[in-house]
């Protein structure tokens, strides 16, 4: 009995993984730009699995990093967030990686900074499962 096995290779969907990607980050920026840190947190999976690494520390699972932003940012603080020089990088099916900038238009200060976001597909939609964000230097 002869048995053959054919390693099939998954069919990426590169195109439609940045749009549902971009359309995350899209929602993120306006609901922040509304100061809404709770709709801003929608793009995030909600889940204890959820990290977020900054400055010096990694926050874990979905309350904690709702806590670390409506500790850092208060409505008068948050100002009007900018996302650009995406590159969105579809790994599988349902995955994907995106590196871009971030920059904060505020008063008295323009904060911004780099960011590294791993996407995973579930049934709910795209959403980030870990945000490695970094600030410029002052």
């Known amino acids: 009995m002869l048995l053959i096995v054919g390693c099939g290779t998954q069919q990426i969907d590169e195109n439609g993984i940045r749009n549902a990607v971009t359309g995350v980050l899209t929602a993120q920026q306006k609901a922040w730009n509304e100061g809404n840190v709770e709709e801003f947190m929608a793009g995030y999976r909600r889940s204890e699995d959820l990290t977020f690494a900054s400055e010096d520390t990694v926050s ?29 990088t579809p790994l599988s099916p349902d995955a994907a990686y995106v590196i871009g900038t971030w920059a904060l238009k505020r008063e008295p200060d323009n904060p911004g900074g780099k960011f590294t976001l791993i996407f995973r597909k579930f049934e709910e939609g795209w959403k980030i499962v870990h945000d490695h964000t970094s600030s410029r230097v002052k």
């Open 60 to 88: 874990r699972g979905w309350e904690a990093v709702l806590k670390r932003y409506k500790t850092k940012y208060t409505p008068e603080t948050m100002g009007q967030l900018n996302f650009s020089d995406l590159k969105i």
